[in-house]
């Protein structure tokens, strides 16, 4: 079992940078990928970035180059930075983890960012 807390989200202009953090506790945390979706009203849940245990990294398309993803293996706690941030970056962005064997998936309970025009 393992419990994500997320924080960092907010209000921000365009252009604007945030970071959000997940915190993760549980056990046997080395064998997951910690990764981060987002859902906009009216849209499914996208895969936003990923990172596993070994710091490989993953973005979709939409955000390569604004965002980076990282982690703190000693405080099991995985971070978005974003960048450039646009309007259309306005969602709820959840942080997961996938266990890299069984498949297992965990996810936290979503933190909203909003970016003005």
């Known amino acids: 079992q393992v419990q994500l807390v997320e924080s960092g989200g907010g209000l921000v202009q365009t252009g604007g940078s945030l970071r959000l953090s997940c915190a993760a506790s549980?056990?046997?945390?080395?064998?997951?990928?910690m990764c981060w979706y987002r859902q906009a009203p009216g849209s499914q849940r996208e895969l936003v970035a990923l990172i596993t245990p070994g710091g490989g990294t993953n973005y979709a398309s939409l955000v390569k180059g604004r965002f980076t993803i990282s982690q703190d293996n000693a405080k099991h706690t995985a971070y978005l930075q974003m960048n450039s941030l646009k309007p259309e970056d306005t969602a709820v962005y959840y942080c997961c983890v996938l266990h890299r064997i069984s498949g297992a998936e965990y996810w936290g309970q979503g933190t909203q960012v909003t970016v003005s025009s």
């Open positions: 549980g056990s046997n945390l080395s064998l997951y990928v």
